[in-house]
Protein backbone atom coordinates (compact mmCIF):
# COMPACT_ATOMS: atom_id res chain seq x y z
CA UNK A 1 0.00 0.00 0.00
CA UNK A 2 1.01 3.44 -0.90
CA UNK A 3 1.24 5.82 2.42
CA UNK A 4 1.03 9.11 1.16
CA UNK A 5 -0.07 10.68 4.74
CA UNK A 6 2.09 13.50 6.25
CA UNK A 7 4.51 12.10 8.68
CA UNK A 8 2.91 12.71 12.26
CA UNK A 9 6.23 14.55 13.26
CA UNK A 10 5.19 17.35 10.26
CA UNK A 11 1.63 17.62 11.41
CA UNK A 12 2.46 20.60 13.74
CA UNK A 13 4.87 21.86 11.45
CA UNK A 14 2.38 22.27 8.44
CA UNK A 15 -0.21 23.35 10.70
CA UNK A 16 1.87 26.57 12.07
CA UNK A 17 2.87 27.42 8.44
CA UNK A 18 -0.69 27.13 7.86
CA UNK A 19 -1.62 29.45 10.34
CA UNK A 20 1.00 31.95 9.20
CA UNK A 21 0.34 32.28 5.61
CA UNK A 22 -3.36 32.72 6.41
CA UNK A 23 -2.84 35.65 9.43
CA UNK A 24 0.37 37.13 8.16
CA UNK A 25 1.14 36.27 4.56
CA UNK A 26 -2.66 36.44 2.79
CA UNK A 27 -3.32 39.63 5.31
CA UNK A 28 -0.28 41.45 3.74
CA UNK A 29 -0.39 40.21 0.53
CA UNK A 30 -2.13 42.80 -1.27
CA UNK A 31 -0.53 45.41 0.80
CA UNK A 32 3.38 44.77 -0.91
CA UNK A 33 2.17 43.88 -3.78
CA UNK A 34 1.08 47.33 -4.29
CA UNK A 35 3.72 48.61 -2.40
CA UNK A 36 7.09 47.39 -4.47
CA UNK A 37 10.38 47.88 -2.73
CA UNK A 38 8.68 48.59 0.98
CA UNK A 39 10.33 46.25 3.58
CA UNK A 40 7.13 44.23 4.62
CA UNK A 41 7.86 44.61 8.78
CA UNK A 42 5.30 42.60 9.62
CA UNK A 43 7.86 40.02 9.24
CA UNK A 44 10.19 40.99 11.44
CA UNK A 45 8.53 39.48 14.82
CA UNK A 46 7.48 36.24 12.61
CA UNK A 47 11.03 35.68 11.65
CA UNK A 48 12.24 36.09 15.49
CA UNK A 49 9.65 33.70 16.61
CA UNK A 50 10.83 31.04 14.23
CA UNK A 51 14.00 31.64 15.16
CA UNK A 52 13.09 31.03 18.91
CA UNK A 53 10.86 27.64 17.40
CA UNK A 54 14.26 26.41 16.09
CA UNK A 55 16.60 26.97 18.73
CA UNK A 56 13.65 25.00 20.59
CA UNK A 57 13.77 22.43 18.40
CA UNK A 58 10.10 22.52 17.79
CA UNK A 59 10.48 22.54 13.96
CA UNK A 60 12.71 19.76 14.36
CA UNK A 61 15.54 21.70 12.89
CA UNK A 62 14.03 22.58 9.55
CA UNK A 63 10.82 23.96 7.78
CA UNK A 64 10.14 27.42 7.49
CA UNK A 65 12.87 28.60 10.01
CA UNK A 66 15.61 27.43 7.32
CA UNK A 67 14.21 27.91 4.07
CA UNK A 68 17.79 26.94 2.15
CA UNK A 69 19.13 24.68 5.63
CA UNK A 70 17.94 21.37 3.70
CA UNK A 71 21.44 20.46 2.32
CA UNK A 72 22.21 17.04 4.08
CA UNK A 73 20.67 14.07 5.13
CA UNK A 74 20.76 15.99 8.43
CA UNK A 75 20.71 13.31 10.92
CA UNK A 76 16.83 12.28 10.78
CA UNK A 77 16.32 8.58 12.06
CA UNK A 78 14.95 6.11 9.61
CA UNK A 79 11.86 4.00 10.14
CA UNK A 80 11.41 0.86 10.75
CA UNK A 81 11.41 0.64 6.79
CA UNK A 82 14.74 2.35 6.28
CA UNK A 83 12.90 5.84 5.60
CA UNK A 84 14.14 9.15 6.28
CA UNK A 85 12.21 12.19 6.63
CA UNK A 86 14.65 15.03 7.03
CA UNK A 87 14.99 18.64 6.75
CA UNK A 88 14.56 18.61 3.02
CA UNK A 89 10.86 17.33 3.52
CA UNK A 90 10.33 19.26 6.41
CA UNK A 91 11.44 22.58 4.29
CA UNK A 92 9.59 21.52 1.71
CA UNK A 93 6.19 20.89 3.31
CA UNK A 94 6.75 24.03 5.53
CA UNK A 95 7.39 26.43 2.41
CA UNK A 96 4.08 24.39 0.42
CA UNK A 97 2.19 25.85 2.95
CA UNK A 98 3.47 29.40 3.31
CA UNK A 99 3.55 29.96 -0.13
CA UNK A 100 -0.38 29.35 -0.06
CA UNK A 101 -0.10 32.78 1.45
CA UNK A 102 1.94 34.22 -0.39
CA UNK A 103 5.05 33.47 -2.29
CA UNK A 104 6.75 37.02 -2.48
CA UNK A 105 6.65 37.72 1.21
CA UNK A 106 7.84 33.73 1.88
CA UNK A 107 11.11 34.79 -0.64
CA UNK A 108 12.13 37.88 1.60
CA UNK A 109 11.25 36.32 4.91
CA UNK A 110 14.32 37.63 6.81
CA UNK A 111 17.46 34.86 7.35
CA UNK A 112 16.10 33.04 4.98
CA UNK A 113 17.60 33.03 1.28
CA UNK A 114 19.20 30.94 -1.33
CA UNK A 115 22.99 31.86 -0.05
CA UNK A 116 22.46 29.70 3.36
CA UNK A 117 22.07 26.52 0.92
CA UNK A 118 25.16 26.96 -0.03
CA UNK A 119 26.52 27.97 2.87
CA UNK A 120 25.09 25.02 4.49
CA UNK A 121 26.43 22.45 1.43
CA UNK A 122 30.04 23.60 1.34
CA UNK A 123 30.93 25.67 4.31
CA UNK A 124 33.60 24.48 6.90
CA UNK A 125 33.17 24.39 10.64
CA UNK A 126 34.50 27.67 11.02
CA UNK A 127 32.56 29.20 8.02
CA UNK A 128 29.33 27.90 9.20
CA UNK A 129 30.03 28.95 12.91
CA UNK A 130 30.46 32.77 11.09
CA UNK A 131 27.61 32.93 8.51
CA UNK A 132 25.11 29.97 9.72
CA UNK A 133 21.84 31.41 10.67
CA UNK A 134 22.71 34.81 9.03
CA UNK A 135 20.10 35.97 5.69
CA UNK A 136 22.43 35.48 2.95
CA UNK A 137 21.51 36.11 -0.71
CA UNK A 138 23.03 34.02 -3.74
CA UNK A 139 24.80 35.97 -6.76
CA UNK A 140 25.02 33.83 -9.73
CA UNK A 141 23.24 35.87 -12.77
CA UNK A 142 25.25 38.29 -14.81
CA UNK A 143 23.95 40.33 -17.49
CA UNK A 144 25.86 37.86 -20.15
CA UNK A 145 25.51 34.77 -17.73
CA UNK A 146 21.75 33.39 -16.90
CA UNK A 147 21.08 30.05 -17.86
CA UNK A 148 24.78 29.25 -18.79
CA UNK A 149 26.34 29.82 -15.09
CA UNK A 150 29.48 29.03 -16.62
CA UNK A 151 30.10 31.52 -18.17
CA UNK A 152 30.56 34.38 -16.09
CA UNK A 153 32.95 37.07 -16.08
CA UNK A 154 32.86 38.39 -12.37
CA UNK A 155 36.90 37.94 -11.16
CA UNK A 156 38.26 37.08 -7.92
CA UNK A 157 42.18 37.44 -7.74
CA UNK A 158 43.83 36.73 -4.72
CA UNK A 159 45.85 39.70 -3.34
CA UNK A 160 47.82 39.04 0.27
CA UNK A 161 45.22 37.45 2.28
CA UNK A 162 42.18 38.91 0.55
CA UNK A 163 40.71 38.21 -2.49
CA UNK A 164 39.66 41.25 -4.72
CA UNK A 165 36.46 40.62 -7.12
CA UNK A 166 35.51 42.46 -9.28
CA UNK A 167 32.21 42.40 -12.47
CA UNK A 168 28.48 42.99 -12.21
CA UNK A 169 25.61 40.84 -10.49
CA UNK A 170 22.15 41.37 -11.66
CA UNK A 171 18.45 39.85 -10.32
CA UNK A 172 19.97 39.17 -7.01
CA UNK A 173 16.72 37.77 -4.61
CA UNK A 174 16.87 39.61 -1.15
CA UNK A 175 20.25 41.38 -2.54
CA UNK A 176 19.07 44.71 -0.79
CA UNK A 177 17.96 43.20 2.72
CA UNK A 178 20.34 40.48 3.15
CA UNK A 179 23.16 40.32 5.64
CA UNK A 180 25.49 38.33 2.89
CA UNK A 181 25.83 37.80 -0.84
CA UNK A 182 27.15 34.64 -2.12
CA UNK A 183 29.07 35.88 -4.83
CA UNK A 184 29.82 33.04 -7.87
CA UNK A 185 32.89 34.71 -9.35
CA UNK A 186 36.09 33.08 -11.47
CA UNK A 187 39.84 32.37 -10.46
CA UNK A 188 40.93 32.30 -14.16
CA UNK A 189 38.31 32.71 -17.04
CA UNK A 190 40.47 31.07 -18.98
CA UNK A 191 40.07 27.89 -17.23
CA UNK A 192 36.15 27.37 -17.64
CA UNK A 193 33.85 26.15 -15.05
CA UNK A 194 36.26 24.30 -12.77
CA UNK A 195 38.03 27.92 -11.78
CA UNK A 196 34.56 29.07 -10.66
CA UNK A 197 34.00 29.55 -6.88
CA UNK A 198 31.55 31.31 -4.11
CA UNK A 199 32.64 33.88 -2.16
CA UNK A 200 30.52 35.12 0.58
CA UNK A 201 30.58 38.95 1.03
CA UNK A 202 28.96 41.34 3.49
CA UNK A 203 26.21 43.44 2.15
CA UNK A 204 28.05 46.32 3.95
CA UNK A 205 31.21 45.93 2.15
CA UNK A 206 32.18 48.96 0.43
CA UNK A 207 33.59 47.48 -2.58
CA UNK A 208 30.13 46.27 -3.09
CA UNK A 209 27.48 49.10 -4.35
CA UNK A 210 23.73 48.40 -5.17
CA UNK A 211 23.15 49.40 -8.76
CA UNK A 212 19.39 49.63 -8.77
CA UNK A 213 16.37 47.48 -7.73
CA UNK A 214 13.72 45.66 -10.50
CA UNK A 215 10.25 46.86 -10.89
CA UNK A 216 8.50 43.15 -11.37
CA UNK A 217 5.30 41.78 -12.99
CA UNK A 218 5.07 39.79 -9.88
CA UNK A 219 6.52 38.66 -6.41
CA UNK A 220 6.87 42.36 -5.70
CA UNK A 221 7.11 42.07 -1.71
CA UNK A 222 10.80 40.39 -2.55
CA UNK A 223 13.44 43.48 -3.32
CA UNK A 224 15.79 42.09 -7.13
CA UNK A 225 18.94 43.92 -7.03
CA UNK A 226 21.62 44.07 -9.00
CA UNK A 227 24.63 44.98 -8.11
CA UNK A 228 28.24 46.10 -9.12
CA UNK A 229 31.85 44.65 -7.50
CA UNK A 230 34.69 47.32 -8.22
CA UNK A 231 38.02 45.40 -5.96
CA UNK A 232 35.35 44.27 -3.69
CA UNK A 233 37.85 42.74 -1.09
CA UNK A 234 36.92 39.71 1.42
CA UNK A 235 39.40 37.66 3.40
CA UNK A 236 40.94 34.77 1.95
CA UNK A 237 38.61 32.46 4.07
CA UNK A 238 35.45 34.09 2.82
CA UNK A 239 35.71 31.27 -0.11
CA UNK A 240 33.30 28.29 0.35
CA UNK A 241 34.77 25.39 -0.77
CA UNK A 242 38.25 24.09 -1.95
CA UNK A 243 40.16 27.12 -3.65
CA UNK A 244 41.99 24.26 -5.87
CA UNK A 245 40.89 24.24 -9.51
CA UNK A 246 40.39 20.92 -9.91
CA UNK A 247 39.18 20.10 -13.66
CA UNK A 248 36.90 17.48 -12.93
CA UNK A 249 34.43 17.37 -10.09
CA UNK A 250 34.75 21.08 -9.10
CA UNK A 251 31.74 22.72 -10.39
CA UNK A 252 29.44 19.87 -10.54
CA UNK A 253 30.10 19.94 -6.58
CA UNK A 254 28.60 23.71 -6.39
CA UNK A 255 26.04 22.74 -8.79
CA UNK A 256 24.43 19.93 -6.78
CA UNK A 257 23.41 22.67 -4.40
CA UNK A 258 20.48 23.03 -6.96
CA UNK A 259 19.35 19.41 -6.19
CA UNK A 260 18.44 20.58 -3.16
CA UNK A 261 16.80 23.89 -3.67
CA UNK A 262 15.01 22.78 -6.76
CA UNK A 263 12.55 20.57 -4.86
CA UNK A 264 11.54 24.01 -2.99
CA UNK A 265 11.03 25.79 -5.79
CA UNK A 266 8.84 23.57 -7.12
CA UNK A 267 7.15 22.99 -3.70
CA UNK A 268 6.17 27.16 -4.02
CA UNK A 269 4.59 26.32 -7.77
CA UNK A 270 2.52 23.60 -5.70
CA UNK A 271 1.72 26.17 -2.97
CA UNK A 272 0.59 28.81 -5.27
CA UNK A 273 -1.53 26.71 -7.77
CA UNK A 274 -3.20 24.92 -4.36
CA UNK A 275 -4.17 28.90 -3.46
CA UNK A 276 -5.43 28.70 -7.15
CA UNK A 277 -7.38 25.72 -7.28
CA UNK A 278 -9.21 26.51 -3.71
CA UNK A 279 -10.00 30.01 -4.88
CA UNK A 280 -11.31 28.54 -7.61
CA UNK A 281 -13.71 25.81 -6.57
CA UNK A 282 -15.40 28.52 -4.32
CA UNK A 283 -16.26 30.82 -7.02
CA UNK A 284 -17.63 27.57 -8.91
CA UNK A 285 -19.56 26.82 -6.11
CA UNK A 286 -20.76 30.20 -5.30
CA UNK A 287 -21.84 30.23 -9.33
CA UNK A 288 -23.81 27.05 -8.95
CA UNK A 289 -20.95 24.88 -10.54
CA UNK A 290 -20.42 21.77 -8.41
CA UNK A 291 -17.89 19.14 -8.72
CA UNK A 292 -18.57 15.90 -9.37
CA UNK A 293 -15.60 13.23 -8.95
CA UNK A 294 -17.54 10.13 -10.08
CA UNK A 295 -19.37 11.71 -13.47
CA UNK A 296 -17.59 11.17 -16.54
CA UNK A 297 -16.37 14.80 -18.36
CA UNK A 298 -19.35 14.49 -20.90
CA UNK A 299 -21.99 14.39 -17.90
CA UNK A 300 -20.76 17.72 -16.30
CA UNK A 301 -20.39 21.31 -16.83
CA UNK A 302 -17.35 22.19 -18.99
CA UNK A 303 -15.94 24.29 -15.88
CA UNK A 304 -16.22 21.24 -13.56
CA UNK A 305 -13.79 18.66 -16.12
CA UNK A 306 -11.58 21.17 -16.65
CA UNK A 307 -11.11 22.10 -12.94
CA UNK A 308 -10.72 18.24 -11.86
CA UNK A 309 -7.63 17.79 -15.38
CA UNK A 310 -6.27 20.67 -12.97
CA UNK A 311 -6.40 19.27 -10.13
CA UNK A 312 -4.79 15.49 -11.25
CA UNK A 313 -2.34 17.75 -12.93
CA UNK A 314 -1.24 19.39 -9.30
CA UNK A 315 -1.18 16.30 -7.35
CA UNK A 316 1.11 15.21 -10.08
CA UNK A 317 3.61 17.72 -9.70
CA UNK A 318 3.09 17.65 -6.19
CA UNK A 319 4.27 13.93 -6.24
CA UNK A 320 6.89 14.77 -8.06
CA UNK A 321 8.02 17.64 -5.47
CA UNK A 322 7.68 14.90 -2.71
CA UNK A 323 9.37 12.30 -4.34
CA UNK A 324 12.64 14.89 -5.00
CA UNK A 325 12.89 15.83 -1.55
CA UNK A 326 12.67 12.48 0.13
CA UNK A 327 15.61 10.96 -1.77
CA UNK A 328 17.57 14.06 -0.91
CA UNK A 329 17.04 13.26 2.98
CA UNK A 330 17.60 10.01 1.79
CA UNK A 331 21.09 10.53 0.55
CA UNK A 332 19.77 8.97 -2.97
CA UNK A 333 21.10 11.30 -6.05
CA UNK A 334 18.24 13.21 -7.10
CA UNK A 335 19.49 15.19 -10.13
CA UNK A 336 17.02 14.27 -12.66
CA UNK A 337 13.53 14.11 -10.38
CA UNK A 338 14.51 17.16 -8.72
CA UNK A 339 14.61 18.80 -12.88
CA UNK A 340 11.54 16.89 -13.49
CA UNK A 341 9.77 18.30 -10.16
CA UNK A 342 11.14 21.70 -10.87
CA UNK A 343 9.80 21.58 -14.34
CA UNK A 344 6.57 20.19 -13.89
CA UNK A 345 5.58 21.95 -10.56
CA UNK A 346 6.79 24.93 -12.52
CA UNK A 347 4.54 24.62 -15.99
CA UNK A 348 1.78 23.38 -14.10
CA UNK A 349 1.97 26.10 -11.49
CA UNK A 350 1.22 28.69 -14.62
CA UNK A 351 -1.01 26.70 -16.43
CA UNK A 352 -3.07 26.46 -13.32
CA UNK A 353 -3.17 30.21 -12.14
CA UNK A 354 -4.40 31.05 -15.77
CA UNK A 355 -7.01 28.74 -16.43
CA UNK A 356 -8.24 29.69 -13.06
CA UNK A 357 -8.47 33.29 -13.81
CA UNK A 358 -9.57 32.10 -17.05
CA UNK A 359 -12.37 30.25 -15.53
CA UNK A 360 -13.06 33.36 -13.05
CA UNK A 361 -13.47 35.43 -15.82
CA UNK A 362 -13.82 39.48 -14.99
CA UNK A 363 -13.53 38.62 -11.59
CA UNK A 364 -10.31 36.40 -12.05
CA UNK A 365 -8.78 39.65 -13.45
CA UNK A 366 -9.19 42.25 -11.25
CA UNK A 367 -7.85 43.21 -8.04
CA UNK A 368 -10.62 42.20 -5.96
CA UNK A 369 -9.54 38.51 -5.99
CA UNK A 370 -6.47 37.24 -5.43
CA UNK A 371 -6.46 35.05 -8.44
CA UNK A 372 -4.65 37.78 -10.67
CA UNK A 373 -1.66 38.10 -8.70
CA UNK A 374 -1.35 34.42 -7.98
CA UNK A 375 -1.04 34.52 -11.67
CA UNK A 376 1.79 37.17 -12.10
CA UNK A 377 3.52 36.12 -9.03
CA UNK A 378 3.69 32.07 -10.25
CA UNK A 379 5.42 32.72 -13.18
CA UNK A 380 9.17 33.11 -11.74
CA UNK A 381 9.02 29.61 -10.11
CA UNK A 382 9.40 28.25 -13.54
CA UNK A 383 12.06 30.86 -14.22
CA UNK A 384 14.85 31.37 -11.38
CA UNK A 385 16.90 28.12 -9.83
CA UNK A 386 16.92 27.12 -14.00
CA UNK A 387 14.20 27.94 -16.69
CA UNK A 388 11.93 25.47 -17.99
CA UNK A 389 13.91 24.86 -20.91
CA UNK A 390 17.30 24.41 -19.10
CA UNK A 391 15.36 21.92 -16.67
CA UNK A 392 14.21 19.86 -20.08
CA UNK A 393 17.72 20.12 -21.23
CA UNK A 394 18.88 18.65 -17.72
CA UNK A 395 16.55 16.09 -17.72
CA UNK A 396 17.59 14.97 -21.13
CA UNK A 397 21.02 14.91 -20.87
CA UNK A 398 20.76 12.96 -17.55
CA UNK A 399 18.09 10.36 -19.45
CA UNK A 400 20.26 10.27 -22.72
CA UNK A 401 24.09 9.78 -20.75
CA UNK A 402 25.21 13.07 -22.37
CA UNK A 403 27.60 15.75 -21.37
CA UNK A 404 26.54 19.63 -21.32
CA UNK A 405 29.09 19.52 -24.02
CA UNK A 406 27.51 16.89 -26.02
CA UNK A 407 23.90 18.07 -25.35
CA UNK A 408 23.54 22.43 -25.47
C1 LIG B 1 12.61 37.92 -9.97
C2 LIG B 1 13.90 37.25 -10.26
C3 LIG B 1 14.70 36.83 -9.21
C4 LIG B 1 15.94 36.23 -9.46
N1 LIG B 1 16.75 35.87 -8.41
C5 LIG B 1 18.01 35.45 -8.66
C6 LIG B 1 18.95 35.24 -7.59
O1 LIG B 1 18.62 35.39 -6.40
N2 LIG B 1 20.24 34.93 -7.90
C7 LIG B 1 20.64 34.76 -9.19
O2 LIG B 1 21.83 34.48 -9.40
N3 LIG B 1 19.78 34.92 -10.23
C8 LIG B 1 18.48 35.25 -10.00
N4 LIG B 1 17.60 35.45 -11.03
C9 LIG B 1 18.06 35.22 -12.40
C10 LIG B 1 17.49 33.95 -13.01
O3 LIG B 1 18.04 32.82 -12.40
C11 LIG B 1 17.78 34.04 -14.52
O4 LIG B 1 16.91 35.03 -15.03
C12 LIG B 1 17.59 32.72 -15.22
O5 LIG B 1 18.63 31.86 -14.90
C13 LIG B 1 17.52 32.89 -16.74
O6 LIG B 1 18.60 33.63 -17.21
P1 LIG B 1 18.36 34.85 -18.21
O7 LIG B 1 17.29 35.71 -17.63
O8 LIG B 1 19.67 35.47 -18.52
O9 LIG B 1 17.76 34.19 -19.51
P2 LIG B 1 18.58 33.48 -20.68
O10 LIG B 1 19.55 32.50 -20.16
O11 LIG B 1 19.09 34.53 -21.61
O12 LIG B 1 17.41 32.67 -21.39
C14 LIG B 1 16.42 33.29 -22.22
C15 LIG B 1 15.50 32.19 -22.75
O13 LIG B 1 16.28 31.23 -23.51
C16 LIG B 1 16.10 29.93 -22.99
N5 LIG B 1 17.37 29.19 -23.10
C17 LIG B 1 18.58 29.58 -22.66
N6 LIG B 1 19.50 28.63 -22.94
C18 LIG B 1 18.84 27.62 -23.55
C19 LIG B 1 19.23 26.33 -24.06
N7 LIG B 1 20.50 25.91 -23.98
N8 LIG B 1 18.28 25.56 -24.63
C20 LIG B 1 16.99 25.97 -24.70
N9 LIG B 1 16.57 27.17 -24.23
C21 LIG B 1 17.47 27.96 -23.66
C22 LIG B 1 15.70 30.13 -21.54
O14 LIG B 1 14.99 29.03 -21.04
C23 LIG B 1 14.83 31.37 -21.65
O15 LIG B 1 13.55 31.02 -22.04
C24 LIG B 1 16.35 36.00 -10.80
C25 LIG B 1 15.52 36.39 -11.86
C26 LIG B 1 14.32 37.01 -11.61
C27 LIG B 1 13.46 37.43 -12.78
Redesign the pocket.
Known amino acids: MINLELPKKYEFLVSQAHQVATEIFRSNSRKYDQAEHSYPKELDMLAAVIDGMNEGGALSGAGAGTVGGGSSGNGAKADRDGNRNGSNMASLLGLTELCWGDVGLLLTMPRQ ?2 GQAAIAAVANDEQLERFGGKWA ?5 EPE ?5 AAIRTTAKLDGDEYVLNGE ?7 DRAELIVV ?1 ATLDPKQGRAAIKSFVVERDNPGLKLDRL ?1 H ?1 L ?2 RA ?1 D ?1 ANFVLTDCRVPKENLLGSPDIAPKGGFSGVMQTFDNTRPLVAGMAVGVSRACLERTRELLSEAGVEIDYDAPPHAQSAAASEFIVMESDWEAARLLTLQAAWMADNKKPNSLQASMAKAKAGRTGTDIALRCVALAGSVGYAEGELLEKWARDVK ?1 LD ?8 Q ?2 IISRLLLGKTSAEL ?1
Open positions: GLAMAITAGSDSKIFVTSGWEKGISTILFEGTQQILLK
